[in-house]
C-alpha cells in the first residue's frame, strides 16, 4: 500500500497597475503582444530595476492572511537561467530571506478540517508568455506560410509581479491540493491581491509528489504533526504549471497511479523530474530531470535594496486584513445559521455574500418588526430559504442570461419581501418563480407584481369551489384514491392547480382535496 506525499508551488500574478520592477502597465491576457515592454523589463544592458511598492505591500497582507510571520529584514535575489522567454538571462526572485514564512491555513469546514503549512511567500517577476506554432495540415493554404515549428514569445507579462507560496508536504490526496487551491483563490480575492483566476493564467500551480510505502497495520496519518521521513520516499515528481483545478486534480490522479503501478512492478520512480500535464492526453510526460537550487546559482540582487519593515508596521498593515473566507463562513453558519455548504456558496464570491448579509439582515428586521420571537428553528427556516432562492434559484437566473449580480435591479430590501412573502405562505413556489424574473428585469417591488397577478388562493370559498369542481370532474382518480391509491392525490392536487393557475398553496390543497374526500 502506498501513500502520497504532496506539495505545492503556486505563483499568483498580483493585481496592481504597473510591473514587479519598471512602470509598464500590468496588462491582461486579452492585450496585443509586446504592447507593454520598456527596456528594463526587456533586460537592455545598464537599466536598473525599482520595486513594485504596492507589489510589496499585497505580498506581505498575503503572507499575513496566510498565517506567516514577516520577515523583519528579506531581500531580492538573482535566480540564473537561460530560457527564451527570460530576457535578462536570470530572475529577481527572493531565495533565503523571503517576505513570509511559516504560516498556516485551515482547509475544510465543520469536523472535517486539515491543516496545511505554508513554507514560505516570496515575490518575483514573471516571465515572457511563449505560445508554440504548428503548422495546421488540415488548412493547406495557412500551412504553406508556416515554414515548421514556431515559438512565438509576448514579453507583455515579462516582468508581471509574482507571489510565489511553496507548502509543506501536507497533502494526501488530489482532493485535498484541489480544495486548498480554491481557499488560497478565496483569500487573494477577499484581500484584493489578485483575481486568481487559474484559467487566464493569474495562478498557476506546480504539484511535487512522491510515494510513501505504509505497513498493512498501519494507517495513513492525515495530520500535519507527521514528521515526513524524507529518506523513506521515492524521488519526488514535479507537474509543472497546472492551469485549472481540475487539472490539478487529474494530474495528482494520474501521477499517483503511474507511480503506484511502477512500484508494484518492482521499477519504481528512481530520480528526481520534471513533468509537463497533457490536458488532451490526460497523461504527464517527462520534461527534463529535476533541477537543485544550487543549479541557478542565486546571489543577491545587487541593484535593489533590502526590504525591511518593523514590528510597528506589521500590525498596522495586520488591523487592515479584512474578514477572510473561513472566518466569514464559520460567522454565516453563526449568525444565519446555514448549513456549511451553504455558508461557502453564498461567501464564495463577495458581492454574493454582501449581498446575502443584507438580505439577512432585512429579514430580521421584519422578524422584530412583527414583534415575533427569532428562534433557532426560525433562523435555520429563514438561512435555508435564503440559500435555496439566492444562491441557487436566483443566481441559476443570472447563469441563464450570462449576467452577474451586479446587473440585478433587485434590491437587498425586495429580495428579503420576496422571500418574507414565501415565508409567510402568501405565494407558493411557482409564483415565487415568476415573480423573481421580473423582478430581476424591472426592480419592481414583488408586492406590487403580486397584486397584478392576484394573491395565492387560501382556505376560502374560492379554493373550495374549485377542488368540488376538479373532484367532479375527474371521478376515475377519486375512485382510485378511496381505493387507497394515494398518487391519485397528487392528480388531483396537480389539476387544482392548473385552474389557479399556481395561486393555490400546495399544502392547503392537500388538506382540503383529503377533508373534501373523506
Known amino acids: 500500500m502506498y501513500e502520497p506525499i504532496i506539495g505545492l508551488e503556486i505563483h499568483v500574478q498580483l493585481a496592481t497597475k504597473s510591473k514587479m520592477f519598471c512602470s509598464c502597465a500590468n496588462l491582461t491576457e486579452e492585450a496585443a503582444p509586446n504592447t507593454s515592454i520598456c527596456p528594463i523589463c526587456m533586460g537592455h544592458p545598464g537599466t536598473l530595476p525599482v520595486a513594485n511598492a504596492e507589489a510589496i505591500r499585497l505580498g506581505r497582507l498575503m503572507a499575513l492572511a496566510l498565517g ?13 537561467y537561460f530560457y527564451p522567454d527570460l530576457p535578462k538571462g536570470y530572475q529577481i526572485s527572493q531565495y533565503d530571506e523571503p517576505i513570509g514564512i511559516k504560516g498556516l ?34 488548412h493547406p493554404e495557412r500551412a504553406a506560410r508556416v515554414e515548421g515549428s514556431r515559438t512565438l514569445v509576448d514579453f507583455n507579462r515579462a516582468g508581471t509581479p509574482l507571489m ?26 477577499a484581500i484584493g491581491a489578485s483575481a486568481a483566476d487559474m484559467e487566464k493564467g493569474q495562478m498557476r500551480c506546480d504539484a511535487n509528489i512522491s510515494l510513501r510505502e505504509v505497513n498493512s497495520k498501519q494507517q495513513t496519518v492525515n495530520s500535519t504533526d507527521l514528521i515526513v521521513d524524507y529518506s523513506m520516499l521515492s524521488p519526488k515528481t514535479e507537474i509543472k504549471n497546472l492551469n485549472s483545478f481540475r487539472a490539478v486534480e487529474r494530474a495528482l490522479e494520474y501521477e499517483i497511479k503511474r507511480q503506484t503501478e511502477l512500484a508494484q512492478k518492482g521499477t519504481p520512480v528512481s530520480k528526481q523530474s520534471t513533468r509537463g500535464w497533457n490536458d488532451v492526453k490526460a497523461v504527464t510526460e517527462e520534461q527534463r530531470m529535476k533541477e537543485e537550487a544550487h543549479d541557478y546559482r542565486y546571489f543577491p540582487e545587487p541593484d535593489l535594496p533590502p526590504l525591511v519593515i518593523t514590528p510597528e508596521e506589521i500590525e498596522l498593515l495586520r488591523a487592515k ?16 445559521a446555514l448549513l456549511p455548504a451553504d455558508s461557502r456558496l453564498l ?30 428553528e426560525t433562523r435555520k427556516k429563514l438561512g435555508h430559504l435564503t ?42 413556489s411557482k409564483m415565487a418563480l415568476t415573480l423573481l424574473p421580473q423582478m430581476h428585469a424591472t426592480g419592481a417591488d414583488p408586492s406590487n407584481l403580486l397584486e397584478e397577478l392576484g394573491e395565492q388562493l387560501g382556505d376560502t370559498d374560492e379554493l373550495s369551489s374549485i377542488i368540488a369542481r376538479v373532484i367532479e370532474e375527474n371521478p376515475k382518480p377519486v375512485a382510485d384514491y378511496k381505493k387507497g391509491k394515494t398518487t391519485a392525490l397528487q392528480f388531483l392536487a396537480g389539476a387544482v392547480m392548473r385552474e389557479t393557475k399556481g395561486r393555490a398553496n400546495p399544502e392547503k390543497i392537500h388538506a382540503l382535496l383529503k377533508k373534501t374526500l373523506r
Request: aromatic content about 8%; overall charge negative.
Open 387 to 428: 440559500a435555496g432562492w439566492l444562491g441557487t434559484k436566483f443566481i441559476g437566473i443570472l447563469n441563464e442570461q450570462g449576467q452577474t449580480l451586479s446587473q440585478t435591479k433587485i434590491t437587498a430590501e425586495n429580495f428579503a419581501e420576496l422571500l418574507k412573502m414565501i415565508f409567510q405562505n402568501r405565494i407558493n
Open 105 to 138: 491555513v485551515e482547509i475544510g469546514d465543520g469536523k472535517e478540517q486539515r491543516k496545511i503549512r505554508i513554507t514560505r511567500v516570496h515575490l518575483e517577476e514573471d516571465a515572457a508568455k511563449l505560445t508554440h506554432v504548428t503548422p495546421d495540415m488540415s
Open 321 to 336: 486584513l479584512p474578514e477572510l473566507p473561513k472566518a466569514k463562513r464559520e460567522r454565516f453558519m453563526e449568525e444565519f
Open 68 to 80: 506567516c510571520t514577516l520577515n523583519p529584514h528579506s531581500k531580492f535575489d538573482r535566480k540564473n
Open 347 to 376: 461567501t464564495d464570491d463577495k458581492q454574493l455574500a454582501d449581498y446575502t448579509e443584507k438580505v439577512m439582515s432585512e429579514l430580521f428586521a421584519w422578524i422584530e418588526a412583527e414583534n415575533m420571537e427569532l428562534t433557532d
Open 164 to 189: 510565489e507560496i511553496v507548502t509543506e508536504p501536507d497533502f494526501r490526496s488530489s482532493m485535498e491540493a484541489k480544495t486548498f487551491l480554491q481557499e488560497l483563490r478565496r483569500i487573494a480575492r
